[in-house]
T-cell receptor, first 115, second 114 residues
Framework: AQTVTQSQPEMSVQEAETVTLSCTYD???????LFWYKQPPSRQMILVIR??????QNATENRFSVNFQKAAKSFSLKISDSQLGDTAMHFCAFMTRQGAQKLVFGQGTRLTINP | GAVVSQHPSWVICKSGTSVKIECRSL??????MFWYRQFPKQSLMLMAT?????????EQGVEKDKFLINHASLTLSTLTVTSAHPEDSSFYIC??????????FGPGTRLTVL
């Protein structure tokens, strides 16, 4: 069974700083997807970024980028120029390409951006 | 694009009654939808997979007779909590799969059972 681990329960940075959230996962699969979702106080889950495991190039979305290390099974999220709106729970998630499209979530990292 | 709605966003009911929660994909069709439950300060716990036109698949430990799921169309799945009790109080979230791989989430429903 796949597992996802986020080792940082909480992080706090100043506005405009860069912050990196860690995520490791365990799988025997070779083809899969990895995601970062954020859940602000409204509790709406919002997709931040998506990575396909067969792509070596790291995904980027504006201020958000990932460092995908397949051999190390590591998938960290870097947020540049952090904004107050980035304050949220951030969840790393894994999905195999085979089967039922289920997401396996990490425990989450509570990120606070301070003004 | 990829908007998912849930209704109601908040419901209070008496113990023993049933509550229905709707999940709709507004701008795409979704063969597969998922239902999650989230306790305070915890991650999402998958309850069941809802497939259009077929029976839902429940995760281990989830009572299928307690949590009835119907996925009657490509844009609508419903979760009915039957004979609700206070321990069923929680935040319920649905998601819909767009394409083959990405889940988009509804805003959630807060259920309080008195």
């Amino acid at each position: 069974a796949q597992t996802v681990t986020q080792s940082q329960p909480e992080m706090s940075v100043q506005e405009a700083e860069t912050v990196t959230l860690s995520c490791t996962y365990d799988t025997s699969e070779n083809n899969y997807y990895l995601f970062w979702y954020k859940q602000p106080p409204s509790r709406q889950m919002i997709l931040v970024i998506r990575q396909e495991a067969y792509k070596q190039q790291n995904a980027t979305e504006n201020r958000f980028s990932v460092n995908f290390q397949k051999a190390a099974k590591s998938f960290s999220l870097k947020i540049s120029d952090s904004q107050l709106g980035d304050t949220a729970m951030h969840f790393c998630a894994f999905m195999t390409r085979q089967g039922a499209q289920k997401l396996v979530f990490g425990q989450g990292t509570r990120l606070t951006i301070n003004p | 694009g990829a908007v998912v709605s849930q209704h109601p966003s908040w419901v209070i009911c008496k113990s023993g009654t049933s509550v229905k929660i709707e999940c709709r994909s507004l701008d795409f069709q979704a063969t597969t939808m998922f239902w999650y439950r989230q306790f305070p300060k915890q991650s999402l716990m998958l309850m069941a997979t809802s497939n259009e036109g077929s029976k839902a698949t429940y995760e281990q430990g989830v009572e299928k007779d307690k949590f009835l799921i119907n996925h009657a169309s490509l844009t609508l799945s419903t979760l009915t909590v039957t004979s609700a009790h206070p321990e069923d109080s929680s935040f319920y979230i649905c998601s819909a799969v767009r394409g083959t791989d990405t889940q988009y989430f509804g805003p959630g429903t807060r259920l309080t059972v008195l």
